[in-house]
């Protein structure tokens, strides 16, 4: 079976073969998609996680990024790159099969812990394979068809196993184990992809910087400062992580315990409503992305985004209204997929048009990493106001945040177009 890349016919002949790999690892990469959007829904009704254990699994993802500018040193000097890809297959992806074992969320926990790790490599070197291998005016392009395909078999799966969990809750482990096979798969795809490298440069041997750790530190620092518009994106998207992170804690007690939402219902709402306009939207937006700046087009997702929040607040206050309440979420999830079809598109984008004619991994390394500080910060927050204000506060806080990333992001673009 072959893609039809007909769409990519003024492509030559790398990155016809570098699309097809990538569209291939899409396909299995969706299914460990799934599990990203439903593993809290698994953690609160499965394994029965308490709130504070919720609250630590949100800062799982974003905490492991912080090994991010460690990892993207290592892919930067090698001449091996494609082990890189099947260490994140084989550590990163098949130690999930674990799950078939699985007995509690401390287990659970740190499972999650060493897939997101080792995924922290994946992103930048992923940015690695657009930038070298595909050309500028087609990467949103071809990045929008890959992220459409995982996304379908994402919706697909997921209400696969939703349905599988209503019928039995302790399937949650099959899924994992075919969420381990999968994963491994799509990361030894991308390990076939051969990477091109700058000509005359060859950065091979043992790097220095392995003996100083806190290198990778001062060079991010470094970059920053050099760097002004790209230190603005990132301050941009630290302010729309801080209201993006901050409800992932209480989103799961919200939607099992007060909404009472069957796993099914669940995973539709998360994993399927929220993808579907990523699914159809990424390709057009993939496009528009590779025509506005990058400030402008953050600007108009932030501010799409922050309407997420405000519609679950319109869902807690309907409460007494089960039908009410329920449409309310189902629409949120719909501006939510919508809205972060575009920040989805920037997040992987965004750092190789600021890193111009540099190693596109590094900015997308200190990237990833700014995501671990604020999934430090907001998660915590998120608990804090729980205890003390209640849920409509987190949600409130969320809000704030998202508007203020979309002001200043549009700002940026407004100072620059002046």
Not at 112 to 118: A, E, K, P, T, V
Not at 164 to 179: P, Y
Not at 189 to 200: A, F, M, W
């Amino acid at each position: 079976m072959r893609f039809n890349l007909s769409r990519f016919r003024e492509m030559n002949p790398v990155e016809q073969q570098t699309a097809r790999l990538l569209l291939w690892s899409a396909v299995f990469n969706g299914v460990v998609q799934s599990l990203n959007q439903t593993q809290d829904i698994i953690a609160r009704k499965a394994l029965h996680a308490t709130a504070l254990q919720l609250t630590l699994m949100a800062m799982i993802w974003p905490v492991s990024n912080l090994l991010s500018i460690w990892w993207s040193r290592l892919f930067e000097r090698s001449c091996h790159k494609s082990r890189y890809f099947l260490l994140v297959g084989v550590f990163g992806r098949l130690s999930l099969i674990y799950g078939l074992w699985l007995t509690g969320m401390t287990e659970f926990m740190l499972l999650l812990g060493l897939m997101f790790s080792f995924n922290s490599l994946l992103i930048p070197a992923q940015n690695s394979i657009y930038q070298r291998n595909i050309n500028p005016g087609r990467r949103g392009k071809v990045y929008g068809y890959t992220m459409s395909l995982a996304l379908l078999v994402t919706v697909l799966f997921t209400f696969f196993a939703g349905r599988m969990l209503d019928v039995n809750e302790q399937s949650f482990r099959l899924i994992l184990a075919i969420t381990a096979g999968c994963g491994f798969i799509a990361s030894l795809l991308l390990s076939l992809v051969k990477i091109r490298e700058p000509e005359g440069i060859r950065s091979c041997g043992s790097p220095d910087w392995i003996k100083k750790l806190h290198k990778p530190l001062t060079d991010t620092l470094e970059l920053l400062k050099r760097n002004k518009p790209f230190a603005s994106f990132e301050r941009s998207f630290s302010i729309y992580g801080m209201g993006f992170i901050i409800v992932q804690p209480v989103l799961p007690i919200y939607l099992v315990d007060m909404l009472k939402l069957s796993y099914t219902g669940n995973f539709i709402a998360k994993g399927i409503i929220s993808q579907l306009p990523m699914l159809f939207l990424s390709p057009y937006l993939g496009k528009l992305h590779d025509k506005l700046h990058p400030f402008r087009f953050i600007a108009l997702s932030f501010g799409v985004l922050a309407m997420f929040p405000v519609l679950l607040v319109l869902s807690y206050l309907s409460l007494g209204h089960q039908w009410l309440a329920e449409g309310l979420v189902y629409l949120a999830f719909t501006v939510f997929g919508i809205a972060m079809t575009g920040v989805n598109l920037a997040w992987n984008m965004g750092s190789i048009f600021f890193a111009g004619k540099e190693d596109a991994s590094i900015y997308q390394s200190v990237h990833v990493t700014m995501t671990g500080i604020r999934g430090i910060l907001a998660p915590l927050l998120g608990l804090l106001l729980l205890k003390t204000l209640g849920l409509v506060s987190v949600f409130a806080a969320s809000i704030c945040f998202l508007i203020a990333a979309s002001i200043i992001s549009w700002r940026d673009y407004r100072r620059l177009h002046i």
